[in-house]
């Protein structure tokens, strides 16, 4: 079964500083999606980025990159000027490619509380 | 375009009772999600339907269940509530490609 691991359960960061927060994931499968999703206090899961495992270049997102290393099967999230409204958890997720009339879940990560420090 | 709309927000039931949450996804979408998320266990998949028809399930008991109606709004159950089902219930609607997946701001169910 897939796993992902954040090894940060917390970092805090200075406000119009970088952050990095990592991840690490466990699969056999060559293919498959990778998530930063974002949960402010409102609760609400927002996609902050998006990484397809056949393409090699980074995805990036205005203000967040990420850092996709397949053989090493670590994908981090890089933000960059940081902002008092980023604080939020942060979670990775991975999830297999979906076959035809198939169904696939994501899994997460536990996820990494981020404080922004004015 | 409206988001994913969860309903209720909160939810205070007594051990024993059953309920139900409702979900209404971004219109056209066809894929529904639904995922528990407690401070011990993280986020959980519970299951997904696809029109009309569960495509994929988790790992938790048969007391809980779910259904999609025609217009894609999706209700799950929890019957025999146990104070262990407290957490966040979180919907996420996807075109059923998964390439993007929509939260809603989930429910909060309090057992006690």
């Known amino acids: 079964a897939q796993t992902v691991t954040q090894s940060q359960p917390e970092m805090s960061v200075q406000e119009a500083e970088t952050v990095t927060l990592s991840c690490t994931y466990d699969?056999?499968?060559?293919?498959?999606?990778l998530f930063w999703y974002k949960q402010p206090p409102s609760r609400q899961m927002i996609l902050v980025i998006r990484q397809e495992a056949y393409k090699q270049q980074n995805a990036t997102e205005n203000r967040f990159s990420v850092n996709f290393q397949k053989a090493a099967k670590s994908f981090s999230l890089k933000i960059s000027d940081s902002q008092l409204g980023d604080a939020a958890m942060y979670f990775c997720?991975?999830?297999?490619?979906?076959?035809?009339?198939?169904?696939?879940?994501?899994?997460f990560g536990k996820g990494t509380k981020l404080t922004v420090n004015p | 375009k409206a988001g994913v709309t969860q309903t209720p927000r909160y939810l205070i039931k007594t051990r024993g009772q059953q309920v139900t949450l409702s979900c209404s996804p971004i219109s056209g979408h066809r894929s529904v999600s639904w995922y528990q998320q407690t401070p011990g266990q993280g986020l959980q998949f519970l299951f997904e339907?696809?029109?009309?028809?569960?495509?994929n399930k988790g790992n938790f008991p048969g007391r809980f269940s779910g259904r999609q109606f025609s217009n894609s709004r999706s209700e799950m159950n929890v019957s025999t509530l146990e104070l262990g089902d407290s957490a966040l219930y979180l919907c996420?609607?996807?075109?059923?490609?998964?390439?993007?997946?929509?939260f809603g701001s989930g429910t909060r169910l309090t057992v006690v």
């Open positions: 339907y696809f029109s009309e028809t569960q495509r």
């Open positions: 997720a991975y999830r297999r490619v979906i076959t035809q009339g198939g169904s696939e879940k994501l899994v």
């Open positions: 996420a609607s996807s075109s059923g490609t998964g390439y993007g997946y929509t």
């Open positions: 699969t056999s499968e060559s293919d498959y999606y």
